[in-house]
């Protein structure tokens, strides 16, 4: 028991000893350093005995606040140990690379020195400088800059010139091709430029200019990295733009070696960078002088130094810190081991970036055009050039690149914040201008405000809005977008404004390059992609037409519909017919004289003999039935039909009951063309239709032109179509709130649409013709549609549903309980029958006053005359 208590305090002790690093107060820091001796094996000892003396002079000369305990290794594999507080190895690659992963989770400060070509360890947790030969540092660069993702391409096509050796390209292909960092391998075109000194300049021109036309980025992807010289620099991008090659997308990485640190920056390439391109240029700035320092033992001494020296003054800090608080104060607030370590290596990083010499004479200067936007500054437009080239950061072999800004700016950051000018008007629901009382606007709404917002958010831009004062223009305060009613009213009011017929000074502006895109929806016309180019369509738009509602039939007569015109007819015909055919057969029938019993009533008239007819159709029977088996088989017969016909009336009634009969409708253009003859038809004016069917050679649309009648009044208009006289064709939204409209007045439904849709109008926001945008603005509104936004957005602006939009037609199918309307028929039949029996009884009464009258008269006549 007591054992296990000991064992296990000795543990937690333990844990917290390794976790709770010894403070340097305490302890001297512990370095391990590794020479190895199979990468180093000639120099070895020298090595060895170099970085002793340094470290003896660096003890006494630089560490005056503490201590350091120095443990050497001649291997890498070595056992990394809790109590190391740093690690300097020297070794190839693959080795340094093992060496920092074992010790990976040991929180030590890694500072290798390496071979050239080695991608360096994470720039947060450690410290690597390869030893590069004079004059070779190009690939080591593009590793470096590959491996913390400053250009992250997946395919890339290098173009370079014959003084790049094989060797060189070797070593860069595979530098920008190995697997480092998590970035995958790329995809490597290569371009061999020829160019020697025999050649014309003429020759070589065209020469690079039929190699560059060969390239098909669709193929090869987009992303080129050019080594030549300096003096072919500007060839190329001549070129490059001229093919075709620079836009929005592709990215051009220009490495030139050639050049001195005489050559103070790369203004001359400026007039070259138009709006739009991504070009981006690295160039040699070494100097040579005799007093530059280099190899390996000067970096080993300058990393030992600057070790030394952060330690010392880490040492320093800790006593501060520890004088001013109390012991426990101090257990809790010591750094950890992980502290320290950062504390290090941004002392280290720092003295490095100061107080470096060593290969300090080697570096290479990052820069890049700065093109996106400017065309449209109001400082530039009058300038030669547009592009700006600003400098974002620098490479030095020791440490690395340095950037201060993105190597592809517009590729990360699109167009950097800038404001770029946009024209617009209002034009509910596209563009709806929102004004104070002074006139000014204060807000923009609409669904191109919205796609607007979308995109400069996405595309990094701030935009700034020219109104043009439109014919159209009137006023826009009604607008308030919370208030459903007004919204729409204003668009109904405004229901000449079309996305057609626009104001050409919008054009112009675009066209002339005033503002970087129109800000309102256009309908894609051919004529006006003369002046100006289209975006993809933000919406389609299409026409339909606006009928009266077709009506419930009147249920009135219900209770004939089951049976056509025709069968009633015939069945009356029958009834009628039937009479005297059984009256003769009755009386013909020689089996009452035979029995005897030949009576006067029953069947003996024909008028019976119909009544007879009647009854039994009605399933009523009646009192007589022949006697005569001739007569029964014909009333037989009868019996059978009478089931028959009974039956499918019923039976059919029943249907009509629970169905009702609708008007037919007109739906398609088809029908409404039959109705020519009882319908007009009218469309709106300046309309995109109208441009379509004065050319159209569709005979359909040619008989929708010609017999078209305009209704100028509106108000008559909707009265009309009410009326089913009228039909008006229009956009399908602006039919929808008129149609709104219409029922918030009347609280009806009197109008519908059609169900056939056709000439699909494109709606699109306008750039200028050669804008090198046009493919980006087009992505973004590809997303937009994918995601649904536009689509929310536009139906934001239309009228909301009501009841008035359901699409069924044959309403309340389902639980119909009959009621007075579908009775009413069998009443007024009733009625009917009243009328006709008081009309006859008083016929009948007439009739026997007459024939009472005549027998008075012709009783007392002879007394009287
Ligand atoms: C720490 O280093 C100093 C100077 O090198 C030395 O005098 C001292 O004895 C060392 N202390 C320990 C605990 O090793
Ligand atoms: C960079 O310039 C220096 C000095 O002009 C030159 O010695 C060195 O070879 C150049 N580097 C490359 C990679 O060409
Ligand atoms: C190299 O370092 C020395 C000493 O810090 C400094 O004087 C010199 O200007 C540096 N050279 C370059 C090119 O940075
Ligand atoms: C927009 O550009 C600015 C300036 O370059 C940049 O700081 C910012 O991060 C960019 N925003 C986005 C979302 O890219
Ligand atoms: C209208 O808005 C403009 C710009 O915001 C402002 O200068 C002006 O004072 C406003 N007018 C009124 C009457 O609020
Ligand atoms: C605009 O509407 C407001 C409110 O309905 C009204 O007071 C104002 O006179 C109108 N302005 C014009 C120019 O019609
Ligand atoms: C909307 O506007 C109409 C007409 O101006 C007004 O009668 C109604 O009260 C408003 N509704 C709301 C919710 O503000
Ligand atoms: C572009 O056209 C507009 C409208 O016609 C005009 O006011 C402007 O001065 C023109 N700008 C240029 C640069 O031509
Ligand atoms: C822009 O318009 C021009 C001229 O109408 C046309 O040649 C060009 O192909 C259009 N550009 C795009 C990207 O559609």
Redesign the pocket.
């Known amino acids: 028991m007591f054992i296990n208590v000991v064992v296990a305090l000795c543990f937690v002790l333990n844990v917290v000893k390794s976790e709770t690093f010894p403070s340097l107060l305490t302890t001297n820091a512990t370095i391990a350093i590794v020479i190895d001796k199979e990468y180093l094996p000639t120099e070895y000892d020298e090595i060895k005995s170099k970085i002793e003396e340094y470290l003896v002079y660096a003890k006494r000369e630089i560490l005056r606040h503490g201590g350091v305990n120095v443990q050497f290794y001649a291997w890498t594999a070595i056992n990394v140990k809790r109590d190391l507080t740093a690690i300097l190895s020297i070794t190839s690659c693959a080795k340094t690379w093992a060496l920092f992963k074992a010790s990976e989770t040991e929180n030590l400060l890694h500072m290798a020195i390496s071979e050239q070509d080695c991608a360096r360890l994470p720039q947060n947790e450690a410290i690597t400088i390869p030893i590069i030969d004079k004059g070779q540092e190009t690939p080591q660069m593009l590793l470096d800059l590959r491996t913390i993702g400053v250009y992250k391409w997946k395919k890339m096509i290098i173009i370079y010139d014959n003084k790049v050796s094989d060797d060189m390209i070797t070593r860069i292909i595979r530098s920008v091709t190995k697997q480092a960092n998590r970035i995958g391998a790329s995809g490597i075109s290569l371009m061999k430029l020829f160019s020697s000194s025999s050649l014309s300049i003429e020759e070589i021109r065209s020469n690079f200019k039929e190699k560059l036309s060969t390239i098909d980025p669709k193929t090869v992807g987009g992303n080129f990295l050019v080594i030549v010289s300096f003096e072919f620099v500007e060839i190329i991008m001549e070129y490059a733009k001229e093919l075709k090659l620079v836009d929005t997308l592709n990215q051009w990485l220009y490495v030139i070696s050639d050049t001195t640190n005489k050559i103070t920056g790369l203004m001359r390439f400026k007039r070259l960078l138009k709006e739009g391109d991504n070009v981006a240029f690295i160039y040699n700035n070494t100097i040579s002088k005799k007093s530059c320092k280099g190899g390996m033992m000067c970096h080993i001494e300058e990393i030992l130094a600057g070790f030394t020296k952060s330690l010392d003054s880490a040492i320093v800090d800790e006593f501060e810190t520890a004088a001013q608080v109390s012991e426990e104060e101090w257990e809790a607030i010591r750094p950890t081991k992980q502290d320290r370590k950062n504390d290090l290596l941004e002392k280290m990083k720092k003295y490095l970036t100061d107080y470096g010499v060593c290969d300090n004479c080697t570096t290479w200067k990052f820069e890049t055009g700065e093109t996106w936007g400017r065309e449209y500054l109001d400082s530039i437009r009058s300038e030669h050039s547009i592009a700006e080239i600003l400098q974002v950061g620098s490479w030095r072999p020791s440490d690395g690149p340095t950037m201060s800004d993105e190597l592809f700016p517009h590729i990360s950051h699109g167009f950097r914040g800038k404001t770029l000018p946009v024209v617009s008007f209002h034009n509910p629901p596209w563009q709806i201008l929102k004004v104070n009382e002074s006139g000014d606007v204060i807000e923009y709404s609409g669904i191109v405000f919205d796609i607007m917002r979308e995109l400069s958010k996405n595309l990094n831009f701030t935009f700034n809005v020219e109104i043009v004062k439109s014919h159209f223009q009137y006023n826009v305060t009604r607008y308030n977008p919370k208030n459903e009613t007004t919204a729409f009213l204003d668009v109904i009011e405004s229901s000449g404004i079309s996305t057609y017929t626009v104001p050409q000074e919008i054009l112009e502006l675009v066209h002339n390059k005033s503002v970087a895109m129109g800000a309102c929806a256009f309908t894609v016309t051919e004529e006006n992609?003369?002046?100006?180019?289209?975006t993809s369509p933000i919406s389609i738009q299409f026409y339909t037409f606006l009928v009266a509602r077709p009506r419930e039939l009147s249920r009135a007569l219900l209770f004939i519909s089951p049976f056509t015109g025709g069968t009633w007819l015939c069945l009356a015909a029958t009834i009628i017919s039937m009479g005297p055919i059984l009256y003769c057969i009755h009386k013909y029938s020689p089996v009452y004289e035979y029995k005897g019993i030949r009576g006067k009533g029953g069947l003996a008239t024909i008028q019976n003999c119909i009544w007879y007819m009647y009854g039994a159709l009605l399933q009523q029977g009646g009192m007589h039935l022949p006697y005569a088996d001739s007569a029964r088989i014909l009333i037989g017969s009868w019996w059978l039909v009478v089931l028959v016909i009974g039956t499918s009336y019923c039976g059919n009634l029943v249907a009509f009951l629970t169905f009702p009969k609708i008007d037919i409708p007109i739906t398609t253009i088809d029908e409404l063309i039959q109705h020519v003859d009882t319908l007009t038809w009218s469309y709106g004016k300046n309309t995109f239709l109208e441009a379509q069917l004065q050319v159209t050679k569709d005979k359909t649309y040619r008989i929708i032109y010609e017999h078209s009648k305009d209704v100028t009044d509106k108000r008559n208009m909707i009265n009309l179509i009410k009326a089913g006289k009228h039909v008006h064709i229009d956009w399908k939204i602006k039919l929808q709130y008129i149609m709104k409209q219409q029922f918030q007045e009347s609280d009806t439904c009197d109008l519908a649409l059609g169900a056939d849709e056709f000439f699909d109008e494109q709606i699109a926001l306008i750039v200028s013709?050669?804008t090198p945008y046009?493919?980006k603005i087009n992505t973004e509104i590809k997303k937009l549609h994918q995601v649904g936004l536009i689509q929310k957005w536009l139906e934001d602006y239309l009228p909301k549903k009501d009841k008035c939009w359901k699409k069924k037609r044959s309403v309340e199918v389902n639980n119909h309980t009959v009621n007075l309307d579908d009775m009413q028929g069998s009443f007024f039949i009733l009625a009917l029958g009243f009328l006709l029996s008081f009309i006859v009884i008083f016929t009948e009464k007439l009739w026997w006053k007459k024939v009472t009258n005549k027998e008075n008269n012709s009783e007392v006549q002879p007394f009287t005359t």
């Not at 992609?529 to 289209?534: E, G, P, S, T």
Request: charged letters at 30%.
């Open positions: 992609k003369k002046l100006i180019n289209f013709p050669d046009l493919n």
